[in-house]
């Protein structure tokens, strides 16, 4: 056999074997477009556009109620911390209500669309939205035994600020130095977590004073209680209390003087630490009470 006849032959076999998958490739794309069509069945086209609108106009309200609380609270601080948590409710309300609405007027509900839900949700918990449903879980676990609430100032993992919003993922917190930090609800399930106040709009704080060995205790010791009295962040209802006990600093002795108050207000907190701590330097340096006497090392 020649080159030619070979090549002829060659051209036949392929020819063949083109008619031959025609049909398995027809088949294939027939099944395609038969998928895209069912599922293009199963959505309400114009069900979408009322979801859009849904969607623009709950963003519009949760921004709205957002301003809305925060406007109030800065005028009525004693009505802050109710606020902050009917705020907190009403936004996790109003995303599931919301998330319900536009998936009811987007898809028509069959055994189709619950099918393809169903196996959506497996394998997307089973695997990439596996940390997103730990943090919703943890978010729900989170508003039924409730660590802390909206408004609280709370210490995590080092961080130390006021919780402004508990979401359906995570948690935010305003630090003092005013950075929002994002925290994953399921990180709260294994940390411990430090509320100052617990809901309450007043909270403790703790000042520490030194002085020497051998001055006016007692004196020193009225003196910081005069000071936490008078402030004008103070929250008098509740005692001022000074601990006294002696401490060993980088090998030296000194007597610590603990003034534990409570502030107003949270928002307040620092104010009133500098305004009781300026007030005492004050009075110590009025009546010759010094800080602990540093001894010098030999060479």
């Given at each position: 056999?020649?080159?030619?006849?070979?090549?002829?032959?060659?051209?036949?076999?392929?020819?063949?074997?083109?008619?031959?998958?025609?049909?398995?490739?027809?088949?294939?794309?027939?099944?395609?477009?038969?998928?895209?069509q069912q599922f293009a069945s199963l959505i309400r086209w114009s069900g979408v556009f009322f979801s859009m609108l849904i969607i623009a106009a709950t963003w519009l309200l949760l921004k709205f109620m957002t301003s809305l609380v925060d406007a109030i609270g800065s005028q009525f601080a004693q009505y802050r911390m109710v606020l902050h948590k009917c705020h907190s409710f009403l936004q996790f309300f109003i995303y599931m209500s919301a998330g319900i609405v536009v998936f009811m007027l987007s898809f028509r509900i069959n055994d189709h669309i619950l099918a393809l839900i169903g196996g959506t949700l497996a394998?997307?918990?089973?695997?990439a939205l596996k940390d997103l449903a730990a943090s919703f879980i943890a978010g729900m676990t989170v508003m039924i035994d409730r660590p802390f609430q909206v408004g609280d100032r709370v210490t995590f993992?080092?961080?130390?600020g006021d919780i402004i919003a508990i979401g359906l993922r995570s948690v935010r917190m305003r630090t003092l130095t005013d950075d929002i930090i994002t925290i994953p609800n399921n990180k709260f399930l294994n940390e411990v977590t430090i509320s100052g106040n617990y809901g309450a709009l007043d909270m403790q704080v703790v000042i520490p004073f030194y002085v020497g060995m051998d001055e006016n205790i007692e004196l020193a010791r009225n003196l910081i209680q005069e000071a936490a009295s008078s402030s004008r962040?103070?929250?008098?209802?509740?005692?001022?209390?000074?601990?006294?006990?002696?401490?060993?600093?980088?090998?030296y002795l000194a007597v610590q003087l603990t003034c534990k108050a409570y502030v107003v207000d949270t928002a307040y907190e620092k104010l009133f630490e500098t305004d009781i701590t300026l007030?005492?330097?004050?009075e110590f340096k009025k009546h010759d009470i010094k800080p602990p006497k540093i001894a010098v090392q030999a060479q």
């Open positions: 056999m020649n080159t030619l006849s070979r090549f002829k032959s060659f051209r036949w076999a392929a020819l063949l074997l083109l008619v031959l998958a025609r049909p398995v490739w027809a088949a294939d794309d027939l099944a395609n477009l038969e998928d895209f394998v997307s918990v089973g695997f993992e080092g961080n130390y962040y103070i929250h008098l209802p509740k005692p001022v209390t000074v601990l006294v006990k002696q401490t060993i600093t980088d090998n007030r005492v330097m004050k």
